[in-house]
């Protein structure tokens, strides 16, 4: 089998991993231990991303001519990618904030939404709060003048102390 052959299958897995996400990073995971990449990849398991080391001249071949082909800018020594189909700020999001606590891990770029985006937009994007957070603030801000109107329209309807004190005249 010729080595063409062998490496087709790898690059198939890339391009179909890239393949409908929402994101994409790419971080330099030299220096961490093995507890250190284990707690990472579980973190990141459990948020639902995918998370795999990748020799970068697959990862260029999977990307080249894709939307993401941005990406091949980043691959410079070792990189591991990690793919965020169902929230766009989900890896950005646990990836930074493993970054804060183990400072070996450095976070290179991505892409967001098919947009390209070099590391400090990514820590921009990981501080945008989940969808289900900002779906909550905004079910709370169409709430509470609703909220207000009703405790308005209570406080007219019942009557003051002083209108209670008064005697009725009949």
Not at 59 to 83: D, F, H, M, W, Y
Not at 112 to 141: M, Q, T, Y
């Amino acid at each position: 089998m010729a080595k063409v052959e062998l490496k087709k299958p790898i690059v198939d897995e890339i391009a179909s991993v890239l393949e409908g996400s929402q994101t994409a990073v790419l971080v330099d995971h030299r220096g961490l231990t093995v507890e250190e990449d284990t707690e990472l990849r579980r973190i990141l398991r459990g948020a639902g991303i995918q998370y795999k080391v990748y020799k970068n001249t697959f990862v260029k071949r999977a990307i080249a001519g894709t939307a993401n082909e941005a990406l091949s800018q980043l691959l410079e020594g070792p990189s591991a990618l990690a793919v965020s189909k169902e929230d766009a700020t989900a890896a950005a999001r646990e990836l930074f904030a493993f970054a804060k606590k183990h400072a070996k891990l450095e976070i290179k770029g991505g892409m967001v939404d098919g947009s390209f985006c070099d590391a400090d937009a990514i820590k921009d994007v990981a501080n945008i709060p989940s969808r289900e957070v900002l779906l909550g603030r905004l079910f709370g801000s169409m709430q509470s003048p609703i909220a207000n109107f009703a405790r308005v329209i209570k406080q007219i309807a019942e009557p003051t102390a002083a209108e209670e004190a008064a005697p009725a005249e009949a």
